[in-house]
């Protein structure tokens, strides 16, 4: 299991707390690769983009315009979080959806 987020973001860390063993990403640092960001997209399209982050406030409107994946590739910090990838399934956010479908919460 694989777990994408920021090391500095409290529900990241709350997740990785639960899901011990898991392989932590931090998207600032490594980035998220190609694959994994356009599988991300299509399971659950622009949702996928945080627009209340402090990133998104500070790109001007040309910025904003750009394909969300563009965006997500040249601004990881953009990524809601955290996005776990377990046996082939993406997850999105710490939500109690999330934790029931990891058998965790």
Request: with cysteine.
């Amino acid at each position: 299991m694989r777990v994408y987020g920021l090391k500095t973001c409290d529900t990241c860390r709350k997740a990785l707390k639960s899901l011990e063993g898991s392989d932590f990403i931090d998207v600032r640092a490594q980035g998220v690769p190609d694959a994994v960001l356009a599988q991300a997209l299509k399971r659950f399209g622009e949702a996928l983009l945080n627009t209340r982050s402090t990133t998104w406030r500070g790109l001007d409107a040309e910025q904003r315009k750009k394909e969300p994946l563009e965006l997500l590739q040249e601004h990881p910090t953009l990524m809601k979080r955290p996005l776990v990838e377990k046996d082939g399934a993406l997850y999105l956010g710490w939500t109690a959806e999330t934790q029931a479908a990891l058998g965790v919460g």
